[in-house]
């Protein structure tokens, strides 16, 4: 992240996003994609020809450009259709839209007051008696119950950051700046 200044002298927030290495794949009408709108198919980032299966091999090949690292749908309208092979830039965006960013979040492990959210009573003039998770029934039971809430991992899901305001748009190095922070960890992959 990184501050940026209105003309009125308003600081934001801001994070930049990079457009890297993406094409068209396909496109998908409404009748093979079962839905009530066309999709398109956009692979970003280049990657390694090996580990994919021959089926997504197949349509690299059809559309004339290298395998990609990331492979997704996106909802269009019949008016808004791009051939297959069609390289997509920063331009593609305009500064004042509103996008929803998608990415999966840091996986971290975590103790038991941060992942099931409790509240423990404040460091100073606690009482000796008062234990912030009443851990004390735990040194005398002989098994762990079912459903126990204890420390674990958290994270590694995909979450979506909707209605966030593009800034500014850097077309040289394909960058859109965009408002407040997105979800996953320094250069990770996001679908825009």
Not at 21 to 29: A, E, F, N, P, T
Not at 50 to 73: D, H, W
Not at 75 to 80: E, G, K, Q, R, S
Not at 82 to 109: C, E, S
């Amino acid at each position: 992240m990184m501050p940026i200044w209105t003309k009125s002298g308003k600081k934001h927030a801001v994070t930049l996003l990079k457009v890297q290495d993406c094409h068209v794949l396909k496109y998908i009408s409404k009748e093979e994609s079962g839905g009530k709108t066309s999709q398109l198919l956009v692979g970003g980032k280049n990657g390694s020809p090996f580990y994919k299966s021959e089926a997504l091999m197949e349509i690299f090949r059809e559309a004339g450009v290298p395998r990609k690292q990331k492979v997704s749908t996106f909802n269009v309208t019949d008016d808004a259709l791009i051939k297959p092979g069609t390289p997509l830039y920063a331009a593609h965006f305009r500064p004042g839209q509103f996008v929803d960013v998608t990415a999966k979040t840091v996986q971290m492990i975590e103790d038991v007051k941060r992942k099931n959210r409790y509240l423990s009573v404040k460091a100073s003039h606690a009482s000796s008696v008062t234990s912030a998770l009443s851990l004390l029934s735990l040194y005398f039971t002989s098994k762990v119950y079912r459903g126990k809430k204890m420390p674990g991992k958290m994270g590694n899901i995909y979450r979506t950051s909707y209605g966030l305001k593009v800034w500014r748009i850097n077309t040289k190095y394909d960058i859109i700046y965009v408002n407040g922070s997105v979800p996953g960890h320094t250069n990770c992959l996001v679908k825009v």
